[in-house]
């Protein structure tokens, strides 16, 4: 190639005008048809094959004739660029990935803090709180629901400002007092007889402390289920036997103290009377021992677990205990 030649290149080359007929010389081999309006000088000779290399086929290069002045006016030279790859693409796509990450947890921190300190303020916390509105919204409330609820009436007159409230009477008992009320006013009254083939255990009328069935508990160990009815006649009073019978209990119990049980035979039922919380030894029977009526049982005294002098009368009848103050009206003459 001629001085004269060069000179009749294009004289302004841009870069992308360069990589592309680089491009288009590495694609396609270079022939004698696509160089037919070069001359060619007689001393050019083309450079070694390079390296069978990805880099190196990617480019030609040309040996210029030693003679060759370059030309002043072209664009300089510069090396070849060559097209990213996905090698040279990934730290990019990394930063990006890592940029996206970064702001979505920034993102969710933001939410979690704004939704923590929603649900913790007061519903007034954002706006104003005036105790004359909050007063006309409960007059409101108030007046538009009139309502009678069980012991209890609320009246509201037309003007808002009056309210009368109404409420039953009532008064706290305690469980005590409640079978106390119940059980504890009951009519004890009778009148004793001196004959008959069943008779009371006094011959005469005796104070009746505490009736049969639940009731208040005299004592910590006292029964709230009593069995038997409580005769109060006074400490040492004599206790006769309500009808014939045979003994068939007499001992020194920790509870009932000392006592005596006897077995009759009344309207072909069997029939036993309990004698408790006598003074001890003051009964002179003795198991098996045939006892009539009106026989002297033993002395009212306070043994086993009482709070006075008393005595303690049951009355069980085929196995089952039933009232002795009924049981006695139905039977005593």
């Known amino acids: 190639m001629t001085a004269g030649n060069i000179d009749s290149l294009p004289p302004a080359m841009t870069r992308r005008e360069l990589r592309e007929r680089e491009r288009a010389a590495s694609a396609q081999p270079v022939t004698a048809a696509a160089v037919a309006g070069f001359a060619m000088p007689s001393n050019f000779t083309a450079a070694p094959p390079a390296p069978t290399t990805p880099a190196a086929s990617a480019t030609r290069s040309f040996v210029m004739p030693t003679d060759a002045a370059p030309a002043t006016d072209a664009a300089p030279a510069s090396a070849p660029e060559t097209t990213p790859t996905a090698a040279s693409r990934a730290p990019r796509s990394t930063v990006r990935h890592s940029l996206a990450s970064r702001l979505l947890s920034g993102a969710a921190l933001v939410a979690s803090g704004a939704l923590v300190v929603g649900m913790s303020l007061p519903a007034n916390a954002l706006g104003t709180y005036s105790p004359e509105t909050a007063a006309a919204e409960q007059d409101e409330l108030i007046a538009a629901s009139l309502f009678t609820a069980e012991g209890q009436d609320l009246h509201v007159h037309e003007d808002h400002e009056s309210i009368t409230v109404a409420r039953d009477d009532f008064e ?85 103290g000392h006592t005596v049980v006897l077995e009759h035979r009344i309207n072909g039922q069997t029939v036993r009377t309990r004698y408790a919380h006598m003074q001890y030894g003051s009964s002179p029977l003795s198991v098996g021992q045939s006892v009539p009526v009106g026989e002297f049982v033993g002395l009212v005294g306070s043994t086993g677990v009482v709070t006075a002098p008393h005595l303690h009368f049951e009355v069980v009848v085929n196995g089952a205990h039933v009232d002795p103050f009924v049981w006695l009206q139905q039977n005593a003459g």
């Open 172 to 256: 706290v008992k305690s469980w005590a007092q409640v079978l106390r009320d119940k059980y504890g006013n009951r009519n004890y009254s009778y009148s004793a007889g001196g004959t008959g083939a069943v008779r009371w255990p006094f011959p005469y009328t005796v104070p009746i402390s505490s009736g049969y069935g639940l009731r208040a508990a005299a004592c910590g160990a006292c029964s709230t289920d009593h069995r038997g009815i409580d005769f109060v006649p006074g400490n040492g009073a004599p206790i006769f036997a309500v009808a014939d019978g045979v003994v068939v209990e007499r001992e020194d119990h920790w509870s009932f």
